[in-house]
């Protein structure tokens, strides 16, 4: 099994200030066939399912703001949030879908400082 | 649009069983692997099974190995989920989610509590 290994479990940030998280692979989720990184990130806040912000490691999904951005390639990846604001505190999780069993980072739960 | 609609969770109590019913329109269905995942209470995302376009091909969660089925009808483009031998630890929101395409796809999900 791909294991997926976030940090930092939480982070605490003031408005404004940049946000950084970091997901890494245990092996490669690049797909060769197309060359793209199979690797998603989620935003989840309390009581609601998760969001997806972002997949092939580095598209946004549409009507995500684009102070969310994410990174990487093959084993390690990055979500940033450019200027955290107060709506984006919340649990973020990333995930590989590359293959199975799907396979998802412990989260880092987001705060303002 | 895309939409998964996950529907079939309750209150059961152990040893009883449920089945999960996951509808999905706007995507050609029986073109996908489909999954379900879950997520217990003030914990993380966790797969808990998948399945080919066919039906054919099922892979699970060894937590849940022997009690959940998994499978499809492809007509009525439905993903299920039985849950037999329910236990405390399945309390859970149960999400289905399709990664076909490359772009995640997930349901609102569905509550499974087991209790007595």
């Known amino acids: 099994d791909i294991v997926m290994t976030q940090s930092p479990d939480s982070l605490a940030v003031s408005l404004g200030e940049r946000a950084t998280i970091d997901c890494k692979s245990s092996?490669?989720?690049?797909?060769?066939?197309?060359?793209?990184?199979?690797l998603a990130w989620y935003q989840q806040k309390p009581g609601q399912p998760p969001k997806l912000l972002i997949y092939?490691?580095?598209t946004r999904e549409s009507g995500v703001p684009d102070r969310f951005s994410g990174s990487g390639s093959g084993t390690d990846f990055t979500l940033t949030i450019s200027s955290l604001q107060a709506e984006d505190v919340a649990v973020y999780y990333c995930?590989?879908?590359?293959?199975?069993?799907?396979?998802f980072g412990g989260g880092t739960k987001v705060e303002i400082k | 649009e895309v939409q998964l609609v996950e529907s079939g969770g309750g209150l059961v109590q152990p040893g009883g069983s449920l089945r999960l019913s996951c509808v999905v329109s706007?995507?050609?269905?029986?073109?996908?692997?489909m999954h379900w995942v879950r997520q217990a209470p003030g914990k993380g995302l966790v797969w808990v099974s998948g399945?080919?376009?066919?039906?054919?091909?099922?892979r699970y969660a060894d937590s849940v190995k022997g009690r959940f089925t998994i499978s499809r009808d492809n007509a009525k483009n439905t993903l299920y989920l039985q849950l037999n031998s329910l236990r405390a630890e399945d309390t859970a929101v149960y999400y289905c989610?399709?990664?076909?395409?490359?772009?995640?796809?997930w349901g609102q999900g569905t509550l499974v509590a087991v209790s007595s």
């Open positions: 995930q590989q879908y590359y293959t199975d069993p799907l396979t």
């Open positions: 706007g995507l050609t269905f029986n073109n996908y692997w």
């Open positions: 092939w490691a580095s």
């Open positions: 399945i080919d376009t066919a039906g054919s091909s099922t």
């Open positions: 092996q490669s989720v690049l797909h060769s066939s197309n060359n793209t990184n199979r």
């Open positions: 989610a399709n990664y076909g395409s490359g772009r995640p796809y």
